[in-house]
């Protein structure tokens, strides 16, 4: 069925200004090194700072493939971001850990990320903010 706007081409376009917000944010912020993905890990990392993450969690929290998140994480910890630690029950387990560095810019993005969900929901009741997260958790069940 077509409709004037196809929701893929909204959700794509919407990712796009997300995308050159943040960009934004970090030029701002003198974090430009820092990817948008790097930065949702790092927060991530900080919000479940009480239990060991590794990165089958990461993978899953954020749909995003093995090897990717494999590369992401190589160059995090090569930039001194955050640090790959093993457990002593299993020494091909890393868990993942923020560094000072990584703590400096985490409260940072945590920063911009509190500015970019003001701005996305801005003009909207409560109400209209759960009816989008229900609506949008039906898209993603709908692409898993």
């Given amino acids: ?5 196809d929701v ?3 959700i794509h376009a919407i990712s796009n200004l997300i995308g050159r917000k943040i ?10 090194g820092i ?5 949702w890990i790092l927060r991530f990392l900080q919000e479940n ?7 089958k969690d990461v993978e899953q929290e954020f749909s995003i493939t093995r090897s990717t998140v494999t590369g992401i994480l190589k160059l995090m910890e090569k930039n001194g971001i955050i640090r790959r630690i093993s457990v ?3 020494a091909r387990l890393k868990k993942l850990v ?3 560095k990584g703590e400096a810019i985490c409260q940072t993005v945590y920063h911009n990320i509190c500015e970019m969900e ?3 929901v801005r003009g909207m009741t409560a109400r209209e903010v759960d009816t989008m997260l229900e609506l949008l958790g039906k898209v993603k069940k709908n692409l898993l």
Avoid at 23 to 32: C, F, L, P
Avoid at 35 to 39: A, C, F, I, N, R
């Fill in 88 to 90: 002593p029950e299993d």
């Fill in 35 to 39: 990817t948008p993905v790097q930065s």
């Fill in 8 to 10: 893929g081409h909204e």
């Fill in 23 to 32: 960009e934004e944010q970090k030029r701002n912020s003198g974090i430009e």
């Fill in 49 to 55: 700072r009480h239990r060991d993450v590794f990165q």
């Fill in 1 to 5: 069925m077509m409709r004037d706007k």
């Fill in 98 to 100: 923020i560094t000072g």
């Fill in 118 to 120: 003001e701005l996305l």
